[in-house]
């Protein structure tokens, strides 16, 4: 990593560390997010400091917990990418999240794909929850 003319240029691989800091006022042109494959053991955790977006095929009735969100204050949010298998299994949210429409979503449909999205502005005691996509083909 360089800086010049008050830039910072770096190079392929190289990574910038802000713990916790600002940047102001970025364009980003070009852009990936991380994404994590979740174990399949209940009670599953969704630790935000592996990531924005998460994947889980359900292998059993599973509760899930969501860990590490940002500082009271920011805004924090994450995806979750659910695949039911062959046999619909049941899902338990935290208690702090609510959905938009006041009840958790169906997620009831053998062999199919939800897509959920998750936002915080209080460091998790309230989560808002959206139901994205549904009952999407499992490929």
């Known amino acids: ?3 010049r003319d008050g830039n910072i240029v770096m190079g392929n ?11 102001s006022k970025p ?3 070009d852009y990936a ?13 969704i630790n935000l400091e592996l990531g924005s977006v998460f994947s889980v095929t359900l292998a059993e009735n599973t509760t899930f917990t969501f860990d590490n969100p940002p500082d009271s ?4 949010a994450f995806s979750l ?7 619909a299994k049941t899902v338990t949210w935290p208690a702090s999240v609510k959905f938009d ?22 460091s998790g005691t309230t989560w808002y929850g959206f139901l994205s996509g549904s009952e999407m083909a499992v490929p």
Not at 33 to 45: A, G, I, Q, R
Not at 101 to 122: C, E, H, K, Q, R
Request: proline share 3%; net charge negative; aromatic share 4%.
């Open 1 to 3: 990593m360089k800086v």
């Open 13 to 23: 691989n190289e990574e910038v560390r802000m713990n916790d800091g600002f940047i």
């Open 27 to 29: 364009v980003i042109k």
């Open 33 to 45: 997010e991380s994404h994590s494959t979740l174990d399949t053991t209940s009670p599953v955790s």
């Open 73 to 76: 204050g920011n805004a924090g």
């Open 81 to 87: 990418i659910l695949t039911q298998n062959a046999s």
């Open 101 to 122: 429409s006041g009840s958790a979503p169906d997620l009831s449909t053998n062999s199919a794909i939800y897509i959920l999205t998750f936002m915080t502005v209080d």
